[in-house]
């Protein structure tokens, strides 16, 4: 390490500017590069090493520098990474003025002075607003042969969260130094510079193991988070997965909803505005009950995103699903092809920026089948999986492809992988909806209204539900509530409110063989009063 970069200064004089270490390393490999990109991998590598971060991370870092700095001293290469635009120049520590010149000087004449510190602002941690330290899993009771549950899971969850975009994990090796003493969740996260701590326990009782989790916020002292599973202690092999799967899941909800609510915007900085837009965004669109009016908020915010970042993937991917549900819901005027093909196009791009990115995929396979590109749309699904095994939403919609190609029971064991995932999410009125297609398919229409009034209770505006409800009550029997059904249909939902409506949307989305299945459902909604235009 050069004396410059210990001393932590540089500049022309003037106000000196506090940077917390990793910032100032940043700093520190843009200048020794002079001039030069450098790629955002090696930034990371560089930056954090022994840290399991995103590339949210590295915006993070560069925006703090920016506004230090200001904006126009450190410049992003699109898909690449970023350089110093300013040119370097050495800077002599004072009284060694006839010192010889060092071999390598890493700071710049940038104005304002920089200081690195170790601390940063009280009010954000040294990892950024979205980092998380996994506490090993505290033990009580069990065999000697289960021992290892407690190492295995924190792993898996470690491993398993370094997968979700925008998070930055501490690694596994240094949580495991903390073994089964733990200390207070306030005083863990300053020491380590997060804001979330994750603790949990497991304990057996009897034949039965219990698992606890909760997510303490490290600034605040309170608990955000926490669900516990009971599970038979024979099937100890189930539990990484179902635990890791719904803290994953959940703390993707509660960082980028926290995002959405709390995050300050430099208004020099187009970047980390995007990042705020698309966070926004990403809420209205995942988090929320899905309406025309969350729906159009999501529009606008996604649109601000690529307007302020065009290499932003997390812009498009939501640009995407808000231009598909529009197309698939007759929300906009727009002619649905036209439509349609814009969403499928901007999911590309949004995989294309972030390929390991799980929402852009289980949007690009929404896009796909909604024009008939049904093995692509699977496809992307699985590799979906293979990126975050605890993505509920893509089990969800693999449930409905499986429905959609005859395979009733395996939509059925997917809807409930994907609730054993995600038990609260928002988007479980899919998995709701499909449950009820494949009961009416396989003549339960009793089990079909119930999961349909079940996941009205989720999202009362979700048209879908109340197409196969009309249907499942008209089969019972219920005649009048099957009418009320179809009225709301035509009065609310455009784009089932006709046979011909129903058709143009479902029909894609079947593989040709199951088509049967969709002209039973015409045929009752038909009786049910649904009109033929």
């Not at 590598?45 to 022994?50: C, E, M, Q, T, Y």
């Not at 995600?422 to 398919?441: G, K, T, Y």
Request: hydrophobic share 45%; charged share 20%.
């Amino acid at each position: 390490m050069s004396r410059d970069e210990v001393a932590g200064q540089a500049g022309q004089g003037g106000p000196a500017h506090k940077l917390e270490p990793r910032t100032m390393r940043l700093l520190v490999v843009l200048a020794q590069a002079r001039g030069e990109v450098v790629l955002a991998d090696d930034l990371l590598d560089a930056v954090w090493p022994g840290l399991v971060v995103t590339p949210s991370s590295l915006y993070d870092a560069v925006a703090q520098l920016r506004k230090v700095l200001g904006p126009d001293h450190i410049a992003t290469v699109p898909r690449k990474g970023y350089r110093l635009a300013t040119k370097v120049e050495p800077v002599m520590p004072a009284g060694h003025e006839a010192a010889a010149p060092p071999t390598v000087s890493p700071l710049d004449r940038l104005a304002p002075a920089v200081t690195s510190t170790a601390a940063a602002p009280a009010d954000e941690p040294r990892l950024g607003p979205r980092s998380v330290a996994v506490l090993p899993f505290i033990m009580r009771g069990l065999p000697e042969s289960l021992s290892f549950l407690s190492e295995s899971l924190t792993g898996a969850l470690i491993f398993e969260l370094s997968r979700q975009p925008g998070l930055t994990v501490v690694a596994l090796g240094t949580m495991l130094t903390f073994g089964q003493r733990h200390p207070p969740p306030q005083k863990l996260a300053e020491e380590l510079g997060v804001r979330y701590v994750v603790d949990g326990q497991l304990e057996q009782r009897g034949d039965m193991l219990h698992v606890g989790v909760q997510v303490i916020d490290g600034r605040r002292g309170t608990q955000t988070w926490a669900d516990e599973l009971t599970l038979p202690a024979s099937a100890w092999h189930a539990t990484a997965g179902v635990v890791v799967g719904r803290l994953a899941r959940a703390l993707r909800f509660e960082l980028n909803d926290l995002a959405s609510r709390e995050a300050l915007v430099p208004a020099s900085d187009a970047e980390v505005q995007a990042r705020a837009f698309a966070a926004q965004a990403w809420v209205q669109l995942f988090a929320r009950a899905q309406t025309p009016d969350t729906n159009q908020r999501a529009t606008r915010l996604a649109r601000s995103a690529v307007a302020l970042a065009p290499d932003l993937s997390q812009g498009w991917m939501c640009l995407s699903y808000a231009d598909w549900r529009a197309a698939n819901y007759h929300w906009s005027d727009e002619p649905r092809p036209e439509q349609l093909a814009r969403a499928l196009a901007e999911a590309e791009r949004a995989v294309m920026l972030d390929p390991r990115d799980p929402d852009a995929l289980y949007v690009l396979s929404l896009s796909a089948r909604s024009l008939g590109q049904r093995e692509r749309g699977d496809e992307s699904l699985r590799h979906c999986l293979r990126l975050s095994s605890s993505y509920a939403a893509a089990y969800g919609l693999l449930a409905y492809s499986a429905e959609r190609h005859g395979r009733h029971d395996e939509a059925r064991a997917l809807c409930d992988k994907a609730f054993e995932m995600s038990p609260l999410e928002p988007l479980r009125v899919i998995w709701h909806w499909v449950r009820a297609e494949a009961s009416v398919a396989t003549g339960d229409p009793k089990a079909a209204l119930h999961e349909a009034q079940r996941g009205l209770a989720v999202n009362p505006s979700y048209g879908q539900l109340f197409l196969v409800g009309a249907v499942a009550a008209w089969r019972l029997g219920a005649l009048d509530q099957a009418r009320e059904w179809v009225a709301t249909l035509r009065r609310e939902h455009p784009a089932f409110g006709s046979l011909a409506a129903v058709r143009t949307t479902y029909a894609p989305t079947f593989d040709p063989a199951c088509l049967a299945q969709l002209d039973q459902l015409l045929d009752t909604l038909r009786e049910a009063g649904l009109p033929a235009q």
